[in-house]
């Protein structure tokens, strides 16, 4: 089959004419108008329907296939919160549209703000990031503003513990901080006489990812807390992973100033694909000023329906300002805002001991399979690691090779080679809403995969075997990437 849907084209092939052979736009200079019409691909409607479809079926997707990929993970996306988010009303709303003309949505993007409120723990809500990283800038750009407010600059450096998502020490950089590690003990935990060393009058800030990349829940945060506000720091909750905490506890009950979450994680947009997100940001009182805009605003009005409107630079002086053009990416906002509705404040916290009773349910298994777990003494989150550092050692086969032979076996690989900390790791994330039965047919395969490992280890080096393409040289596709199409 062809990859390209050039490779289909005949001369005067078409589908249907849609747009008017001659386009009439008048008053662009002779001189810029195009002399031959661009070489687009001519081919028929069920040549490009099964152009696509064929391609999209190479493909490993949640909707077809166990998708175990820790930290960035494919959760739950239901697709009654996709059709109500793409309601022609929302979709066809023009962005410079006047509020009274936009009452709806921002009635919604108001509920959205109260609800990530309500669940965080926090004072205010902004919806404005557009990715989780970003959310991490606007909170890191909201510390220093404090900071700066106060008339405090000697404070430049931000403490993040080596098992930080790596977004973390770099928004802290992008922010103009110079970045303090601590690292983790034995246990997992972030070494707390390390930090002790670490904090004084030149700390900003301590950015910590909770449940860490490790997967395991930080065990000591009350005392992380006294720690670095008693140095007069500010606490950072990464909160891109909120399903593994979701209804049960929140980030501003642990004495945290600020979070982002990853609505694309957590809340019904998927992340992995690269697509668009949505990283809101809360904030403890303090730092309420420094939201970034817009904010939507409910204003009551007597004898009326309460009317919201859009808070921009001119209410909000003290703000670090705008991260996107209009009011961040509100397809991503709406299909969280109906989800989050769909669940309920009893179903939000399901979402939890759901997502920790399959992570759990699966290390377990794994560990009776033989699999040797990288933090056996703890329990999982929402995720958990496996360490092939010894199965390597006796037999040559990597992680790599292990997770290229799990896609023979029909499910895609989970995240492999991150965190740094541990050697030759994957980091397994079932995600809340998967069956036992999926759960199992997935320890079935990674048993499977880990005898042939031992008495055919060649087969599972050269995986895999059954996909449309082997082994891809991913140095080389990163390197030299190219994409478009030459005649
Ligand atoms: C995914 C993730 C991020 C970054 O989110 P992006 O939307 O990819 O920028 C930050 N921290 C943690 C813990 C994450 O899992």
Known sequence: MSTLIFERSRPGRCSAQLAPAELACPGIPEALLRQAPPPLPEASELDVVRHYTALSQKNFSIDTQFYPLGSCTMKYNPRAANALAMLPEFLA??????????????????????ILCDVSGMAGVSLAPMAGAQGEFAGVAMIRAWHRSRGDHARTEI???????????????????????VPTDRSGNVDLDRLRAAVGPQTAGLMLTNPSTL???EQRILDIRDIVHAAGGLLYYDGANLNAIVGQV???????????????????????????G?????????LLPFLPVPIVLRRERPGAAPAYVLAGESERPHSIGRLSAFMGNVGVL?????????????????????????????????RNAGFELAYPARRASHEFIVTLKRLKDQTGVSAMDFAKRLL??????????????????????????????TLDAFVAAMKAVLEEARTNPELVKSAPHTMPVRRLDDVKAARDLDVAWKT
């Open 93 to 114: 709303r023009h962005p410079l549209a006047p509020a009274a003309t936009g009452q709806g949505v921002l009635a919604c993007l108001y509920e959205l703000q109260e």
């Open 250 to 276: 929140k980030p501003g009950a642990m004495g945290f100033d600020v979070i982002h979450v990853n609505l694309h994680k957590t809340f019904s947009t998927p992340h992995g694909g690269g697509g668009p």
């Open 159 to 181: 403490i993040v513990p080596d098992a930080a998502h790596g977004t973390n020490p770099a928004t802290a950089t992008m922010c103009g901080y110079a970045v303090r590690e």
């Open 334 to 366: 709406l299909r969280a805002y109906v989800y989050a509705r769909m669940l309920g404040r009893e179903g939000m916290g399901r979402v939890a001991q759901f997502a920790t009773l399959n992570a759990n349910y699966l290390m377990v298994e794994l």
């Open 215 to 217: 997967g395991v829940f």
């Open 408 to 437: 023979d076996k029909g499910v895609h690989a989970p995240t492999t080679y991150f965190p740094l900390l541990v050697p030759e790791c994957l980091l397994i994330e079932p995600t809340e809403t998967e069956s036992k039965e």
């Open 278 to 286: 949505a990283g809101p940001v809360g904030v403890a009182e303090r």
